[in-house]
T-cell receptor
Framework: AQTVTQSQPEMSVQEAETVTLSCTYD???????LFWYKQPPSRQMILVIR??????QNATENRFSVNFQKAAKSFSLKISDSQLGDAAMYFC??????????FGTGTRLKVLA | GAVVSQHPSRVICKSGTSVKIECRSL??????MFWYRQFPKQSLMLMAT?????????EQGVEKDKFLINHASLTLSTLTVTSAHPEDSSFYIC?????????????FGPGTRLTVT
């Protein structure tokens, strides 16, 4: 069975600094997608970034980038130039052919002014 | 981007009653919708997969007679919590897949907070 693990329940970062959130997963599939979602206090899930497993190049979206290590089954999220609005719960998610998402337990990110 | 709505956003009901939550895709046709439950400070747990015109597929441990799912049209799926009890109090989130947008595209609704008193 597929699993997603986020080992950091909470992280803090100073405003304008860089922070990395960790995620590991386990699967026997070769074709899948990985995602990072942000959940602010409103509880609305917001897609931050996605990575297709067949792509070797790491995905980047403005201040957000990932370090995808397929062999190690690792998918970390780097947030550069952290802003107060980045404070939220961040969930790592896995999706394979059935379109079902499997979410990690989440990391609460605090941004310190 | 595509929009998924949920109604109501909050609902309080008495123990033993039933409550219906709607999930709508506003600008696309969703062949598949998903229902999640999120307890406080926890992750999203998939409850069931809903395909238009067919029976929902429930995850292990989810009572299908308690959580009735109906996907009657390509833009609407409903979750009915029957004979609700305080332990059913939770945040319920739906997501909808847009088959036209791409293999990975799913869009989440804003969620419904259910409180059973």
């Amino acid at each position: 069975a597929q699993t997603v693990t986020q080992s950091q329940p909470e992280m803090s970062v100073q405003e304008a600094e860089t922070v990395t959130l960790s995620c590991t997963y386990d699967t026997s599939e070769s074709d899948y997608y990985l995602f990072w979602y942000k959940q602010p206090p409103s509880r609305q899930m917001i897609l931050v970034i996605r990575q297709e497993a067949y792509k070797q190049q790491n995905a980047t979206e403005n201040r957000f980038s990932v370090n995808f290590q397929k062999a190690a089954k690792s998918f970390s999220l780097k947030i550069s130039d952290s802003q107060l609005g980045d404070a939220a719960m961040y969930f790592c998610a896995y999706r394979a052919g059935t379109y079902k998402y499997i979410f990690g337990t989440g990391t609460r990110l605090k941004v310190l002014a | 981007g595509a929009v998924v709505s949920q109604h109501p956003s909050r609902v309080i009901c008495k123990s033993g009653t039933s409550v219906k939550i709607e999930c709508r895709s506003l600008d696309f046709q969703a062949t598949t919708m998903f229902w999640y439950r999120q307890f406080p400070k926890q992750s999203l747990m998939l409850m069931a997969t809903s395909n238009e015109g067919s029976k929902a597929t429930y995850e292990q441990g989810v009572e299908k007679d308690k959580f009735l799912i109906n996907h009657a049209s390509l833009t609407l799926s409903t979750l009915t919590v029957t004979s609700a009890h305080p332990e059913d109090s939770s945040f319920y989130i739906c997501s909808a897949r847009d088959p036209v947008a791409g293999a990975y595209e799913q869009y989440f609704g804003p969620g419904t907070r259910l409180t059973v008193t």
